[in-house]
């Protein structure tokens, strides 16, 4: 029992602020994010046993947050492609949006932010995986279910997005 | 190698999945390629600018996970207890019925053999009582019981 505790509190204390952010930058509510957390945390504890790999253990958390949001996404019938704001070619920076060549870094958190809500689904998700997750090509695969290749692709592509959304500031 | 395969490499490259045996190549390349260099800039720029978002995990929910995860953690500690307390009990019946199926059984082999024991003195106890009534010596019954009313018995030795 004690062991089991001390296990998960290790691991807990290593992927709560990565899961947390994942969730949080998936679903724009933290309400609900911090709802999916706990219960991921908890489905987890009670399975601690039955995962035996603990390299796997990245897998399954973020596997079972992901279910967990695309079931919320499901629940509140929310489309997929309602987050599919624009098209590439749509892609332009917000005239309104006034940036010095020098742009702090708190700025570019907040445009890389307000860039990344504009992606589709796919996208964000492949590339939230990559960046807050810090998994493997191989794990987002697996988490997401498709091809390794599939996996490069896309956070090619949003990355490509991404940079030509934000050029003229970096 | 094309731009695209030279920004394919320096994604490789930051996301961790680039042989070491390539990193000089890369770097090389980029010494070369203002294009590349750009795109590492960048690359590197939107990485910090990812790093940096991460937002701090709320307090609040650490100790409500934590709190459930404690009572949870009881209510396992409760049930394996029980569990314990509940194996221990039918060890402990198991083990009595055990004993007392040898008692049974050892008691069962005595009253077998004590039982054997009589059945043959009983068998020997008439072999006796044959033999000794074949010992008796013959008889021969005469009578006239109408005349005299008499039955003699005469032993014939």
């Known amino acids: 029992m004690t062991k089991n505790i001390v296990e998960f509190t290790l691991i807990y204390n290593q992927q709560k602020t990565r899961l947390y952010n994942y969730a949080r930058k998936m679903l724009g509510d933290t309400m609900t994010c911090e709802d999916i957390i706990q219960n991921v945390f908890e489905k987890f504890f009670e399975n601690m046993s039955s995962i035996q790999n603990s390299e796997r253990v990245n897998v399954w958390l973020f596997t079972a947050t992901r279910n967990a949001v695309f079931s919320y996404y499901r629940t509140k019938k929310i489309r997929v492609d309602q987050f599919n704001v624009m098209d590439t070619a749509e892609l332009e920076i917000d005239s309104s949006v006034k940036l010095d060549e020098e742009l702090e870094l708190k700025e570019l958190r907040e445009l890389v932010m307000n860039e990344l809500d504009k992606l589709e689904v796919e996208q964000r998700d492949v590339f939230l995986l990559k960046e807050y997750g810090n998994l493997s090509y191989r794990e987002i695969s697996e988490v997401m279910n498709i091809d390794e290749n599939l996996v490069k692709s896309r956070l090619y592509k949003t990355r490509q997005r991404l940079i030509a959304k934000l050029s003229k500031v970096i | ?157």
């Open chain 2, 1 to 157: 190698m094309n731009r695209k395969e030279i920004e394919t490499m320096i994604d490789l490259y930051f996301d961790g999945e680039l042989e070491k045996a390539k990193e000089p190549i890369l770097f090389m390349m980029l010494s070369q390629e203002s294009e590349g260099r750009e795109y590492f800039k960048k690359l590197h720029a939107l990485q910090t600018g990812m790093t940096t978002s991460m937002n701090e995990f709320p307090r609040g929910l650490d100790e409500k996970i934590l709190r459930s995860i404690g009572k949870q953690n009881e209510r396992n500690a409760i049930t394996f207890i029980n569990r314990k307390i509940f194996n221990a009990v039918t060890y402990s019946f198991t083990a009595i019925l055990l004993i007392l199926t040898i008692f049974f059984y050892s008691r069962s082999e005595e009253y077998k053999t004590e039982f054997a024991d009589l059945t043959r003195e009983v068998k020997q106890q008439n072999e006796k009582l044959e033999l000794l009534m074949n010992a008796l010596p013959a008889v021969e019954v005469t009578g006239a019981y109408l005349r005299t009313k008499q039955i003699i018995v005469k032993p014939t030795m």
